[in-house]
């Protein structure tokens, strides 16, 4: 079974110009959530779909980051305009359930991105 | 304020050397208590979650047990191929399923 795949793996772009970033989940799995891990800090949530909609979206920094969810299956996360800050690593992971017996979150490769 | 912190930063081993790794947190609600491994230039992989204290899991050389402060990961006779990053995470109740990562152990086992 395949697991969380995410593209690219890298992305290098200048400040101001947009990029997005694509998440295919396990597949059935319902809930698909979106890190980030900024340098030298701890890996940190973004946000959380459960199918198409948004459960929790606490962690999104501010309004230049828009995530969506189109038909429940993969997911994108768009920052325009990038700004210095929004470098490091994007994770997405999915789960199967919300709580108890296989809640467990599976974890893609991530994309790295850098913005100069 | 939920928190996680894990000690040491870094460790050192020497294979055979078993040692153990911690993790302690303060979450309202504990949903469940989450050891991944990661490598670098990955994601972190699942390796357990414990949900209530007293609880213990284990794999190959890896045992993890939970209290109701703390989480421990005891490495037994390590090899140089359990060298990598080993982060704990909490999940706590309420509507999402959001974890609370600690910033991780970097594990070196020297041959």
């Known amino acids: 079974e395949a697991g969380v795949t995410q593209f690219p793996s890298h992305s290098v772009i200048e400040k101001g110009q947009t990029v997005t970033l694509r998440c295919d989940p396990i597949?059935?799995?319902?809930?698909l959530y979106w890190y980030r891990r900024v340098m030298g800090k701890e890996i940190k949530f973004l946000l959380h779909?459960?199918?198409?909609?948004?459960?929790?979206e606490s962690g999104m920094p501010n309004n230049r980051f828009l995530a969506e969810r189109t038909g429940g299956t993969y997911s994108t996360l768009k920052v325009q305009p990038a700004e210095l800050e929004d470098s490091g690593v994007y994770f997405c992971?999915?789960?199967?359930?919300?709580?108890?017996?296989?809640?467990?979150?599976?974890f893609g490769p991530g994309t790295r991105l850098t913005v100069l | 304020e939920d928190q996680v912190t894990q000690s040491p930063e870094a460790l050192r081993l020497q294979e055979g050397e078993s040692s153990s790794l911690n993790c302690s947190y303060t979450?309202?609600?504990?949903?469940?208590l989450f050891w991944y491994r990661q490598d670098p230039g990955k994601g972190p992989e699942f390796l357990f979650t414990?949900?209530?204290a007293g609880e213990e899991k284990e794999k190959e050389r890896l045992k993890a047990t939970l209290t109701k402060k703390e989480s421990f990961l005891h490495i037994t006779a390590p090899k140089p191929e359990d060298s990598a990053t080993y982060l704990c995470?909490?999940?706590?109740?309420?509507?999402?399923?959001?974890?609370?990562f600690g910033t991780g152990t970097l594990l070196a086992v020297q041959p």
């Open positions: 597949s059935g799995h319902d809930n």
């Open positions: 995470a909490v999940c706590h109740g309420g509507a999402t399923n959001k974890l609370i």
């Open positions: 779909f459960v199918k198409e909609s948004k459960q929790d």
């Open positions: 414990l949900y209530s």
């Open positions: 979450v309202s609600g504990l949903r469940g």
């Open positions: 992971a999915s789960s199967a359930r919300l709580a108890g017996s296989y809640n467990e979150q599976f």
